[in-house]
Nanobody, 126 residues
Framework: QVQLVESGGGSVQPGGSLMLSCTTS????????MGWFRQAPGSSREGVAS???????GYAHSVKGRFTISKDNAKNTLYLQMNSLKPEDTAMYYCVADNRQLWRPPVPREVDYTYWGQGTQVTVSS
């Protein structure tokens, strides 16, 4: 079982920035495919960004150019830097991970990730 613990959510004004963190095990951060999803009230979960074992990143069209996914193996932590935030970015954000050997598209799909964190809330409002 892999534990994923998100932090860094909060409230911010439009145009502001937040950085989400997801702390996990050393083995997961080094060898699992990982990513971020979000779910707004009344909406289905949406894949936001992914990073594979080799560090290749992918983004949803709605966040490309504003969000950056990265990981720090020394700190066992996955990050999501979010800039130029908009009210429509308001959602619960979830960290995900998976170690199966399969092809995944750049924009993450729920079916491709086994392990999910509890989520951290991001609210963008003036």
């Amino acid at each position: 079982q892999v534990q994923l613990v998100e932090s860094g959510g909060g409230s911010v004004q439009p145009g502001g920035s937040l950085m989400l963190s997801c702390t996990t095990s050393q083995s997961a951060i080094r060898s699992y495919a990982m990513g971020w999803f979000r779910q707004a009230p009344g909406s289905s979960r949406e894949g936001v960004a992914s990073v594979d074992r080799d560090g290749r990143a992918g983004y949803a069209h709605s966040v490309k150019g504003r969000f950056t996914i990265s990981k720090d193996n020394a700190k066992n932590t996955l990050y999501l830097q979010m800039n130029s935030l908009k009210p429509e970015d308001t959602a619960m954000y979830y960290c995900v991970a998976d170690n199966r050997q399969l092809w995944r598209p750049p924009v993450p799909r729920e079916v491709d990730y086994t392990y999910w964190g509890q989520g951290t809330q991001v609210t963008v409002s003036s």
